[in-house]
């Protein structure tokens, strides 16, 4: 059974940046694409971003991070990134990493690690 654990996560403030990474194992997670999500008190899981298998295809499907979060991996290291700059503390939320079929696809997404809690104050 696969298991992905998040790290990185903290209490920093507004404007800052944290880097989380996703430590994935006991499967061979380079044939899965890769995703993070986010879920703040009160709301619905949000798709923040994805990258493809090989790495070359980053997706960032919510417009609210677009050019502050990047996506990216080391598949030797079995590693998945998301680099957060600009940090605002509508950013807040507990985020998942997780792993799946299609980067573009969030619903085929099907591993999922327990999330590491981003507290952005301002």
């Known amino acids: 059974q696969g298991q992905l654990v998040e790290s990185g996560g903290g209490l920093v403030q507004a404007g800052d940046s944290l880097r989380l990474s996703c430590a994935a194992s006991?499967?061979?997670?380079?044939?899965?694409?890769m995703g993070w999500f986010r879920q703040a008190p009160g709301k619905e899981r949000e798709y923040v971003a994805g990258?493809?298998?090989?790495?070359?295809?980053?997706?960032y499907p919510a417009d609210s991070v677009k050019g502050r979060f990047t996506i990216s991996r080391d598949n030797a290291l079995n590693t998945v990134y998301l680099q957060m700059n600009s940090l605002k503390p509508e950013d807040t939320a507990v985020y998942y990493c997780?792993?799946?079929?299609?980067?573009?696809?969030?619903?085929?997404?099907?591993?999922w690690g327990q999330g590491t809690q981003v507290t952005v104050s301002s």
């Open positions: 997780a792993a799946g079929g299609s980067h573009v696809l969030p619903h085929l997404y099907h591993y």
């Open positions: 006991g499967r061979t997670f380079s044939s899965y694409a």
């Open positions: 990258i493809s298998l090989n790495g070359d295809s980053p997706y």
